[in-house]
């Protein structure tokens, strides 16, 4: 698998984690009477959480990946550049 593909992965199972834990508190919420929501707002609430975030995940995803190449690259340089430092004394 190539690195884009890894970090696609593991920025998809973040999302899946996240979404997990948003659904499992609501339900929580709701059967402990903090949230008062009848049974069909409930249902569209739940509905919409998971789109909502599959749309802010794609908004998303392009640039932080980009944003993870280029602090890669930053890192990379930096330890060419310690090591030709140290190489050079």
Do not use: C
Request: charged residues 30%; aromatic residues 4%.
């Amino acid at each position: 698998m190539n690195p884009k593909d890894k970090l696609s992965k593991s920025s998809w199972s973040l999302r899946n984690s996240m979404l997990d834990v948003t659904i499992s508190n609501i339900h929580k919420a709701v059967q402990n009477n903090q949230l008062k929501i009848e049974q069909k707002q409930l249902d569209i609430l739940l509905s919409l959480i998971p789109t909502s975030m599959d749309e802010g995940y794609h908004r998303a995803h392009r640039s932080f990946v980009a944003s993870v190449e280029d602090v890669v690259k930053e890192v990379s340089r930096d330890a060419v550049e310690e090591y030709q430092k140290k190489s050079s004394a």
